[in-house]
């Protein structure tokens, strides 16, 4: 049988954690997030629009 030797090093593994991973092959939250983030944008535009046509009327008035 061969002997182990007493110098070699130990093998090291990485894993990352198990919500990186899960999240990484989640599609839905993926898709969540981008579709919030463009009703936001939509939500803030649409607002500013309102608030410019308050001004205007103020200032036809």
């Known amino acids: 049988m ?3 030797k007493d110098n ?3 093998e090291i ?3 990352p954690p198990l919500r990186m991973l ?3 092959f989640d599609k839905d939250a993926r898709r969540k997030k981008t579709d ?3 009703d936001d944008e939509k939500e803030s535009k649409e607002k500013t629009v309102e608030k410019l046509i308050e001004k205007l009327n103020k200032k036809d008035e």
Do not use: I
């Open 36 to 38: 919030q983030a463009h």
């Open 22 to 24: 899960l999240s990484f």
């Open 8 to 10: 070699e090093k130990p």
């Open 2 to 4: 061969p002997e182990k």
């Open 13 to 15: 593994f990485f894993l």
